[in-house]
């Protein structure tokens, strides 16, 4: 599978690095017989040290013949399941029998790592998530109030799961080599979830909006932007319940205050 060149509309990037591959499926944790989903294995790198620990997996590939070469490679091997398809749009939790208990690991394309990182923390939500992103996008993971990557990825991240970064990824460590540094990125579900699915919808319009919007102060997000259009009286009430200033800015506030402004504009 090695000389199978990578396909730039699928934003395939290699990682040849064998200590880094250890690495990651050491974080991944998981021991015989747990179930594991891998996104995106492509040639098989981390697929063969999961394979090793004897793991349940789940291997979910999208390249037609990258998928076809991991399920004749591990067609002999009953604890190993190659999935041709998309992982936007198949049923995780169907695909993975005990899916509360699943660890999902993946060095996953850059141009699709926001719809897949929210996809993953759609309930139910799997037990743990590991993944390889752009250090970029690793770091607006974790930033926290104030700093100025923080934004809606930040907020949606923290509302749903306790991310923490696992170890730098050098772009040497591809191939082809990307532009880029990577990083893997622990994205831990909150157990009992916070909100429910509804709910999460009803936060994330606001998240959105008020990030859309990231230079204008609260009150008038709040008041003017087409996806909310909020009463100013109400806004004054509802901010000053909550000891906000209608002249504070998006990237000031916290998940927590998202979600709980988020409920109780929806209330």
């Known amino acids: 599978m090695g000389s199978r060149r ?4 699928l934003g395939q990037n290699f ?21 594991v989903l891998e996104i995106g294995p492509g040639r098989g790198a981390l697929t063969e ?7 349940r997996l789940t291997a979910v590939e999208l390249d037609d013949e990258l998928a076809a070469a991991l399920a004749r490679r591990y067609e002999d091997n009953s604890r190993v399941d190659v999935v041709h398809g998309d992982i936007l749009s198949l049923d995780l939790a169907a695909l993975c029998p005990g899916w509360a208990r699943t660890v ?27 993944l390889t992103v752009q250090a970029e996008v690793a770091a607006r993971m974790l ?8 934004g809606a990825l930040s907020v949606g991240v923290g509302i749903h799961a306790n991310p923490s970064r696992v170890c730098k990824v050098p772009r040497t460590a591809f191939r082809p080599v990307p532009r880029v540094d990577s990083a893997v990125v622990r994205l ?8 429910t699915a509804p709910e999460a919808a009803r ?20 008041s003017r932007h087409p996806d909310l259009r909020i009463p100013r009286t109400t806004v004054h009430d509802l901010l000053g319940a909550r000891g906000l200033s209608p002249t504070v800015r998006p990237e000031q506030l916290s998940p927590e205050e998202f979600v709980e402004l988020g409920l109780a504009l929806s209330a």
């Open 188 to 195: 831990t579900p909150r157990s009992p979830p916070r909100l």
């Open 104 to 130: 999902v690991v993946g060095n996953i394309p850059y141009n699709i790592t926001t719809p897949i990182v929210f996809r993953l923390l759609r309930l139910p939500y799997p037990s743990d998530i590991v």
């Open 143 to 150: 930033a926290g109030p104030g700093s100025r990557i923080y």
């Open 15 to 35: 990682l040849v690095d064998p200590n880094l591959q250890r690495k990651i499926v050491a974080a991944v944790g998981a021991g015989e017989d747990e179930p």
């Open 203 to 222: 936060v994330r319009v606001l998240t959105r909006a008020a990030f859309s919007w990231r230079r204008k102060q609260l009150g008038t997000i709040l």
């Open 49 to 55: 040290h999961l394979a090793g620990r004897m793991v």
């Open 6 to 9: 990578p396909k730039r509309s």
